[in-house]
Nanobody, 123 residues
Framework: QVQLVESGGGLVQAGGSLRLSCAAS????????MGWFRQASGKDREFVAS??????NRDHADSVKGRFTISRYNGMLYLQMNSLKPEDTAVYYC??????????????????WGQGTQVTVSS
């Protein structure tokens, strides 16, 4: 079993920055792919970014490309968020895909999820 705990969310003004962290514990050797998703109030869960550990391959959604950067190091998953916009406001979740090592943008492909951390960007 894998446990994921997010932190680093908060309130920030438009144009500001935040760094989200996700602590992974348990059977982390099975976490071939990890990702970040977000869910705004009244909307579906949306892909943000994903990363493979062994190959260092990364994928970012078009809506955040050039502003957000996913990284992974020493059992921790990170999301550096720069140039934040009000439309980035959402609960951000980290997730783990244990079944396969291919990058995916679909939340259904991810097995384990954290509890989420709130990011609010004011205008």
């Amino acid at each position: 079993q894998v446990q994921l705990v997010e932190s680093g969310g908060g309130l920030v003004q438009a144009g500001g920055s935040l760094r989200l962290s996700c602590a992974a514990s348990g059977r982390t050797f099975s976490n071939a792919v990890m990702g970040w998703f977000r869910q705004a109030s009244g909307k579906d869960r949306e892909f943000v970014a994903s990363i493979t550990w062994s190959g260092g391959n990364r994928d970012h959604a078009d809506s955040v490309k050039g502003r957000f950067t996913i990284s992974r190091y020493n059992g921790m998953l990170y999301l550096q968020m720069n140039s934040l916009k009000p439309e980035d406001t959402a609960v951000y979740y980290c997730a783990s895909r244990s079944s396969r090592s291919a990058l995916s943008r679909s939340p259904i492909d991810y097995t384990y999820w954290g509890q989420g951390t709130q990011v609010t960007v004011s205008s």
